[in-house]
Every structure is written in structure tokens, then in C-alpha cells.
């Protein structure tokens, strides 16, 4: 191991990330995230911006009663102000108080933010660098020294920039990150400009992509290739815009495929479930088609390419889905042949494509595409079938019948409000709601029927809802068809429904959901 290259990853996803659009993270949120990124052998983690908010700056003394193993917690701020004392400066002070073991100070490295934002001269810009890295670090701290705007500051002014980096050099930073804070930096501009830094005269350097044209994990994977020892990026690749350098990408790529060794590389299949785990902290549909770890990352459709990923994956999959944590879906469509039910089934017993099950589950599939229904995107409704022709099915309850009624008077906004009337275990129960909407409404009457008999229905819920018009030339009697994520914090599933009427298919698919959970992780306890 020793001969490989070493990168450090530093995570940002609780400061740049929690810039995205629709990330929001409390403060019990970015601790259990810390703990799970800690997990995952991630060397930093940058809590926040003491100064801005009493939440940031909780996190801090919070945190620091975790016993981290992996992972070292950094506050960020900035260099001093002009004028100001570096003792008496609050940025400097509030770093200092969040008492962590890095700091991340950001200074200015573009001449033209220096004269137009910051309106001062570009020795003071020095001096404020040199200051806060050299006391920041006289009082302990590892300092971790953010240049803003660098690629554009170097192609604005090269030698100015060059300035910039020396004196974090000689005011003792830890490493120099090279920020890409407008995300215009293409490729080939990133590996040039660290090809040309004197890089042997300079502290370790490190990068921090942003996404705007597309580039962030190419840029920072050239940019190890061209000296980088220091990556930093968010977890999903979320941050403001179009979103930070995702290390959920970038880390497989140094571990799997340019032989880096990095503190992650010993727990990579674990990648998977942490992008997933922060998604779902942060109440944000995971990215399906994300690299390595999303959902259709290993997903094949059915046919001839999925007949040669039974006989020789190597030769359709770029790596093994295994090694990040994720794994191979055959996906059902209508082209689905009798082999790609046979594997389905495979996860219940060899079936030969010739077998009576195979046929009628082939019949079966053709008849509910005709009606609408489509698998592809729901395995567990497709689970669900295989397993009632299996005898492998048990039905958590068995409706007797519900009730809706939708309501509105002038002014107010419409409700329904629902009642719903089961039998589970032998014993007949009754749930009842009030919400917005029909769905809403019988997914919560629902629930309340079944809470106490099956408590575990609580750790699950709804994530996602779509509904799509099947024929809309049908107008008001068109079919609807209606695809439900839910999740258990650990696992996905996707379920569908299809009828006339959209509460019908919602009521299918929200059914068909529960049903899935309890057969194959409750009552089977999959992995
Ligand atoms: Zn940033």
C-alpha cells in the first residue's frame, strides 16, 4: 500500500452542501451525519460557520464531546478583517472558540475581489493571509488555507496568486486549497495551472470544485493526477448552484480506478448507504442515476444485454456494483423474456425457463402491461406477484372497505376526510384521518388502522409519489398510473399502481408498498 498515492478527503457537506437548493439539515441531522461521515474514514469534516448561526455554532460544542475516530472537525471562517487586530477579530475568535482541531480560513486570491470586494490594497490582502494562518496556527490549530476565486485569480494575475500561495506557505498552513468558487474551470485550464505551480516550494495542495460546467469531479480527479494530495467535496455532490465536487464519485474513482489510497478506500462498499443515509437526513430524493451509487447505477434492462451480464458481467459493467455497496438490477420491461424471470425468480430457487411458474408469471406480465402497469420501476410490486405465485405472500390486512369524503367551503382550502374499516390478525380494525388530500388521507387512516398491530410500520414511509396520465385522449376517463417510493431509512422500494381512478391506483400501490416491507423485511429479515 505504501507506494500509493496518498489523498485526503475533506467533506463539506455540512457547510457548502447545505448551500443547495432544498437542503436543510438541524442540528441533530448534521450530527448524525458527522458520526456516519466519521464511519466512513473521511479525514475532515467541516462543520460550519461558527459566526453565522447560533445552530453552527452548537454543532461545534456538540460535536466536540463526539470521540471521533477517523475524522478531524474544522471550522470554517475567513482571514481578519482590514484594520482589525487578529486577537480581537471575530471571525478569527469565533474559529478559535469552536475549539476543533482544523481550521478552514478563506482568503482572497482574485486581485479583482481584493480591490472591488473587499476594497483594499494587495499587500494589506497579504498581511491579513499571513496574520490569521500564523496566529490560528500559534494557538494550535491545524490550518487549512481555502484560496476563493484561485483559478480565476491566476488567470487574472499569475504572479499576484503566486504571492498568495507562498505566503500561506510561509505563515505555516497546512495545506493550500485552490478554490474554483464560480465553478467556470474546464479540465484541461485546472490540470495546466497545477502543472505550472512551483509545487515542491509550496504546502500540500488541495482542491475544492464547484459543478458549473459540468467538470467538478473531472477537475478534482486531473487535479490529483497533477499534485493535488487534498480533495474536498460534498457528499451527493450537493452545494450552491449546480453543486460541489461529489465525493460520492471522486472517491471510487481514486480508490477503484488511479490506485490512491485514501482513508475510505478500506470501507468503499459502504459509499452506497452513506450517499442514501445523508439523502435521506436530509429529506432529498436520492439522485437514481448518480455514478457508483445510485439506484439504476448497475441496472440493466432486459434482453440480450442481460443475457450477457448472467454469463459474463465483466464484460457489461464497468466495475462490480458489490465493491461500492450497491448491486445489479434486471430490470422488467415489456421485453422481458422467460430468462429474465427466471433470474428474478432466482432469488427463490432455480426455476427452469421451461417451468410451469415461468409461463404464467410470462402471461401474468403480459396481461398487466396491457392494462398499464409497468415494472421497471418497481421491483416490489413485481416481487409481489412472483411471490403470490410462490405461495410466499403474506397479506398484512384484509380491507373490509374505506371511506372518503372531500370537503371545501368558500375560503378554505379542500380536505378529506377518511375512515377505513380492516381485518388483521383475525381482529377487525378501524382507522381514521383528516388531511389535504385523498392519498394523504388513506395513507393515514391506514396506518392508524394498522399501528398497533404492526408497530414496525412506523420506521417506513412514503418518499416519493408520481402520477402519470396513461391515456390522456381519454380526458377525465383517462387511466392513471401511480408509482410510490418508500423507504426504511436503510432500504427503497418502488410500487405501482394503475386504474381510472387515482385513488384506487395510489390505494394499490401504497398497499402493494407495506406489503413489500412486511415480506421481505420483517417477516424475512433481508440484508
Ligand atoms: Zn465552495
Not at 481550521?103 to 482572497?108: L, R, W
Not at 451527493?236 to 489510497?261: F, H, Q, S, T, Y
Not at 403480459?366 to 410490486?381: D, N, T
Request: charged residues 25%.
Amino acid at each position: 500500500m505504501n507506494n500509493l498515492k496518498k489523498v485526503t478527503i475533506f467533506d463539506t457537506t455540512l457547510r457548502d452542501g447545505t448551500q443547495g437548493t432544498g437542503i436543510n439539515l438541524t442540528l441533530k441531522d448534521k450530527l448524525d451525519i458527522a458520526a456516519r461521515l466519521d464511519d466512513a474514514g473521511i479525514d475532515y469534516i467541516e462543520g460550519g460557520f461558527p459566526l453565522s448561526s447560533e445552530k453552527e455554532a452548537s454543532f461545534f460544542r456538540l460535536a466536540k464531546k463526539e470521540n471521533y475516530l477517523n475524522s478531524k472537525i474544522a471550522a470554517f471562517g475567513s482571514t481578519r478583517r482590514s484594520g482589525n487586530k487578529v486577537e480581537s477579530d471575530p471571525y478569527i475568535t469565533a474559529m478559535l472558540e469552536a475549539e476543533t482541531p482544523a481550521v478552514v480560513v478563506v482568503g482572497k486570491s482574485w486581485k479583482e475581489h481584493v480591490e472591488r470586494v473587499i476594497n483594499t490594497t494587495f499587500e494589506d490582502n497579504l498581511e491579513m493571509i499571513y496574520d490569521s494562518i500564523a496566529y490560528l496556527k500559534d494557538e494550535g490549530r491545524e490550518v487549512i488555507f481555502d484560496l476563493e476565486h484561485f483559478f480565476d485569480g491566476y488567470k487574472g494575475d499569475r504572479d499576484y496568486a503566486l504571492k498568495v500561495l507562498r505566503t500561506g506557505t510561509e505563515a505555516g498552513a497546512h495545506s493550500l486549497v485552490l478554490c474554483d468558487t464560480n465553478g467556470g474551470t474546464l479540465p484541461t485550464e485546472a490540470m495546466d495551472i497545477l502543472n505550472e505551480l512551483p509545487q515542491d516550494e509550496l504546502a500540500p495542495i488541495g482542491v475544492h470544485f464547484h459543478n458549473d460546467t459540468g467538470n467538478a469531479v473531472a477537475n478534482s480527479i486531473l487535479a490529483v493526477r497533477s499534485g493535488a494530495t487534498h480533495i474536498q467535496g460534498t457528499i451527493n455532490g450537493w452545494g450552491e448552484r449546480c453543486g460541489n465536487a461529489n465525493l460520492c464519485i471522486i472517491v471510487p474513482n481514486l480508490a477503484l480506478k488511479m490506485g490512491c489510497d485514501t482513508n475510505m478506500n478500506e470501507k468503499i462498499e459502504g459509499i452506497t448507504s452513506l450517499s442514501r443515509f445523508v439523502a435521506e437526513k436530509a429529506n432529498v430524493i436520492p439522485d437514481k442515476s448518480q455514478p457508483y451509487v445510485g439506484d439504476t447505477a448497475f441496472s440493466h434492462k432486459a434482453g440480450q444485454h442481460a443475457d450477457v451480464i448472467a454469463k459474463a458481467p465483466e464484460l457489461m459493467e464497468h466495475i462490480d456494483g458489490k465493491l461500492v455497496g450497491n448491486k445489479r438490477r434486471i430490470l422488467i420491461s415489456g421485453l422481458a423474456g422467460k430468462s429474465t424471470i427466471v433470474r428474478k425468480l432466482a432469488k427463490y430457487g432455480d426455476y427452469d425457463k421451461s417451468s410451469e411458474i415461468v409461463s404464467q408469471l410470462f402471461d401474468d406480465l403480459k396481461e398487466k402491461e396491457l392494462q398499464g402497469y409497468e415494472y421497471e420501476a418497481a421491483e416490489a410490486s413485481f416481487d409481489l406477484i412472483i411471490r403470490k405465485s410462490l405461495g410466499r405472500f403474506k397479506s398484512l390486512f384484509d380491507l373490509n372497505n374505506y371511506h372518503l369524503e372531500s370537503f371545501k367551503t368558500n375560503g378554505t382550502l379542500s380536505k378529506t376526510v377518511g375512515r377505513i374499516f380492516l381485518m388483521a390478525n383475525g381482529i377487525e380494525h378501524m382507522g381514521a384521518s383528516v388531511s389535504n388530500g385523498p392519498v394523504e388521507t388513506i395513507d393515514d387512516a391506514l396506518r392508524d388502522a394498522l399501528s398497533e398491530t404492526y408497530p414496525f410500520l412506523s420506521k417506513m414511509s412514503l418518499i416519493d409519489y408520481k402520477v402519470r396520465v396513461l391515456n390522456p385522449e381519454e380526458a377525465s376517463h383517462a387511466k392513471v398510473r401511480v408509482f410510490i417510493t418508500s423507504s426504511d431509512r436503510h432500504h427503497s422500494w418502488d410500487t405501482v399502481g394503475v386504474s381510472e381512478n387515482i385513488v384506487e391506483a395510489s390505494w394499490e400501490a401504497l398497499v402493494d408498498s407495506m406489503d413489500y416491507y412486511y415480506n421481505n423485511y420483517v417477516l424475512e429479515k433481508e440484508d
